[in-house]
């Protein structure tokens, strides 16, 4: 699949299935990519190349996280969150996404399993 330009840089989609959707972000040193997660996902980051520095707000704003990611560092990414990522020189990351288990449990008790 051809990559997504944008303003920050390019977004590969490496697979895109209703379980799981990943992509892979080429942030420009310096450059912002402000992700707004949905609230029924939640899922990681994990930096491949350079460095990322990470600000996560929860719901209503009632808490707020600063994180450094250097290459082959992880962060998790909670469900009903926003975050806003800054590359610290050319940045690759891989962002994966997952349906919240809460909501898939749920799901499963209510139709059973197939």
């Not at 420009?28 to 029924?40: C, L, M, P, T």
């Not at 520095?53 to 704003?61: C, D, E, F, L, P």
């Not at 992880?74 to 990351?93: C, F, P, Q």
Request: glycine share 8%.
């Amino acid at each position: 699949m051809k990559p997504i330009e944008r303003p920050w840089g390019l977004e590969h989609i490496l697979e895109c299935t209703p379980e799981v959707i990943s992509v892979k972000l080429e942030i420009g040193n310096g450059k912002h990519a402000q992700r707004e997660y949905q609230n029924v996902k939640q899922g990681s980051l994990e930096v491949v190349k350079g460095g990322l520095s990470i600000r996560a707000y929860g719901t209503k704003q009632t808490w707020e996280t600063f994180k450094q990611l250097n290459t082959g560092e992880v962060y998790h990414i909670y469900n009903d969150s926003k975050y806003t990522l800054m590359a610290i020189g050319d940045t690759e990351v891989i962002e994966t996404k997952v349906p919240d288990l809460r909501n898939l449990l749920d799901k499963i008790k209510k139709e059973g399993f197939d």
